[in-house]
């Protein structure tokens, strides 16, 4: 499967960025998916994660109550609605995909080595 990630940009802090990671290729397996972010000399970490049923969903402490994720099975695309962001929050920005099976479709993961696709980056960055 192919991931495509958009929506990134340059906002002010307090603003809001919707980012989408549409999948192409063998959109026909289930997938859990999860968003990821990097800032420049730091690794790689987990934003939130979300099951293939969207039933159940998992987020960084540092987003709570801030980022949303979301999926919409029929398009394969997952969206992470970012709300009062912060210049913390300045990072590329990746979604990535690991295939679940029908009994693991409750189940989100929360880390980087769990997932076998991942998109190629969205930049967003957050001004003061």
């Known amino acids: 499967v192919q991931l495509q990630a958009s929506g990134g940009g340059l906002v002010q802090a307090g603003g809001s960025l919707r980012l989408s990671c549409a999948a192409s290729?063998?959109?026909?397996?289930?997938?859990?998916m999860g968003w990821f972010r990097q800032a420049p000399g730091t690794e790689r970490n987990i934003v939130a994660a979300i099951s293939w049923s969207g039933g159940n969903a998992y987020y960084a402490d540092s987003v709570k109550g801030r980022f949303t994720i979301s999926r919409d099975n029929a398009k394969n695309t997952v969206y992470l609605q970012m709300d009062s962001l912060k210049p913390g929050d300045t990072a590329v920005y990746y979604c990535?995909?690991?295939?679940?099976?029908?009994?693991?479709?409750?189940?989100?993961?929360?880390?980087?080595?769990?997932?076998?696709?991942w998109g190629q980056g969205t930049q967003v960055t957050v001004s003061r």
């Open positions: 290729g063998r959109t026909g397996s289930q997938y859990a």
């Open positions: 990535a995909a690991v295939r679940v099976g029908y009994y693991s479709k409750e189940y989100y993961y929360t880390e980087g080595k769990q997932y076998a696709y």
